[in-house]
């Protein structure tokens, strides 16, 4: 037995999507001029990126003092986030949708999957340590339970978002101690490989 066939569209249904008509006729040609702005935009984006945005931010963590790790981790990162708080600011206040949060959890998926992978066809000898990783990695993980539970309700009241923000306070004390706890955390590491007593080796085992 086939299925049976869906039920028609209400004749006043509207499209979610809150992009303003272009009126143009027929569809391919609105289609066109859509991909045509999409790709200028990407252009002048690529532009001020290269030109302003970048230098921009070399200087400032050039100031600081900032190790290459540690200046990714917050200036960079805050500055390539930015289009998608730009992003959220809109679909919330603006179109009045949920779109902001989809792009930043699918943006975080990018990043870790396609950027990374482009990283290392790109750059095939690049060194990496354990550290950074390994420090961003929990952090992340451990940020993503605490989203998790935040928007499980699907709701997040302003209590939930100030706890957001801490967290995201607690991870720049981290990257400001970050020397030392990379040297305590390497010390750790470097005991942890010497032998113990019976109960230590026993629990290596483990």
């Known amino acids: 037995l086939s299925p049976p066939p869906p039920p028609p569209c209400p004749e006043d249904a509207t499209a979610n ?52 790790d540690v200046a990714g981790a917050t200036w960079m990162a805050a500055g390539g986030s930015a289009p998608e708080l730009m992003t959220s600011i809109i679909g919330i206040f603006f179109s009045k949708s949920d779109i902001g949060f989809g792009t930043i959890v699918g943006s975080a998926v990018f990043n870790v999957l396609f950027v990374i992978a482009c990283c290392a066809f790109v750059a095939p000898d690049l060194k990496l340590t354990w550290w950074p990783l390994a420090r961003d990695c929990a952090y992340y993980c451990f940020s993503m339970t605490i989203l998790v539970f935040v928007v499980i309700d699907k709701e997040v009241w302003w209590y939930e978002a100030v706890i957001l923000f801490v967290l995201y306070l607690g991870y720049l004390v981290i990257m400001y101690y970050n020397e030392k706890l990379e040297e305590w955390t390497t010390n750790r590491v470097r005991m942890a490989d010497l032998p113990g007593n019976k109960l230590q080796e026993g629990l290596k085992k483990l």
């Open 17 to 68: 999507s809150t992009f303003p008509p272009l009126n143009i006729e027929p569809q391919a040609a609105a289609t066109f001029v859509q991909i045509a702005l999409m790709l200028w935009m990407f252009l002048g984006l690529a532009i001020v990126c290269d030109s302003f945005f970048e230098a921009a931010l070399s200087a400032i963590c050039e100031a600081q003092g900032l190790q290459d």
